[in-house]
């Protein structure tokens, strides 16, 4: 059984990517890979990460988060994670990755949310 499944899916409002299992040194190169192949195809658009059924991330997972949330911006394309579990959400929390990612409770919710404005 793998550690981690990534299953994309597109919507009329963005790709959602669900994940189900584990980010950790392991598997963070397969979730960095189907962020960067989704970003590429959505720009300028909105990724989800659906992370409903993600039970761990990792510091590995997390640095990788960032930096598909940096290669996003670069493309035009907003980042949003949806549905984090607890865990994960505890995680975002004191990590303060959620100041940086918008955090929604529900993919509906992260699918209608505005769009980020550009940086200047």
Known sequence: MPALTITARN???GLVIAL??????????????AVLDSVGTEAPGRVVLDCSRLGFIDSSGLRVLIQS???AKEHDTSLFIAAPTDRVARLLHVTRINTRIPVFPTVDAALAAPLESPTL
Do not use: R, V, W, Y
């Open 69 to 71: 949330h940096k290669t």
């Open 11 to 13: 919507h009329d409002d």
């Open 20 to 33: 189900d299992g584990e980010i950790d040194m392991a598997t963070e190169d397969q979730f960095h890979q």
